[in-house]
């Protein structure tokens, strides 16, 4: 009988999910024959017409990163899917690959390093958010007269309120999360420094910030927004708040001018990115509601 695929699955308290695999070298040589065959239909062989050569002649000019990403990419997803179910993982990100052992004749070892979204206890949220804002709205004589009057805007009530649950709701947020958003935000800004025909390095001294700086900069951020929009969700499925089908449309008709771009956001995926955002809204407007 052919070895199994085997994974061991190890948690950590932010909530971070690694699973091990090893993967039987029979199975890896397997679908090595597989994969090289591929990859060999569009490697050209001088004195061969391309994708007729040999695949041992092929095989040769194939890098071999390219062999063993190939190989894992096969054998690993139904592993990965079954893994998922045993544990009953449920996954905020997929998984990030990593192959810690590749040598011939023996066992691969393949590391899946994903997350679990954390547990969040929202607390008497409401009544910590109407007691701030009642707190900010009374009046004392340090504040002046001119502020005696005035009322806070829809804007700073839901300042506000943003404050009062960053700072009264707790998040335990798995690094990897984190990390993913900060080299989001950094591969955005190296593609906005590079259209305008900047350097990264002369971007940073015009700020007086170093690459460490920014980096700081951008996990304090990811942190916070990460966190608001964990306790948002929270709030609104706790509110039972729902997003229609027709809310999705008008936004995708609102924020798609181009026929292509609209085409580009009115997919499966999109749409259910739209409808977070939109039942986020929708919570952090229930909540301005109360005061």
Known sequence: MAAKITSTVAKEGDGTVQITFSLPWEEVQKAKEGVITDLAKDVEVPGFRKGKAPVSKAEEKIPMETIIQKIVGKLLPDALGEAITKEKLKLAIYPHIHVLKADTGEPWQVVAETCELPQISLGNYKELVKGAIKAKQIWTPEKGKDEKEKEL???????EVIK???????INIPKILVEEEVNARLTSLLDRIEKLGLSLDGYLASLGKTPEGLRGDYTKQAEETLALDLILDKIGAEEGLKVTEGEIDEVIK???????????LNTPEQRRLISGILRRRASLDSLTSLL
Do not use: F
């Open 153 to 159: 805007s829809k804007e700073e009530k839901q300042q």
């Open 164 to 170: 009062v649950l960053l700072s009264s709701i707790k």
């Open 254 to 264: 609102a924020s798609a001018a181009d026929p292509s771009l609209k085409e580009k």
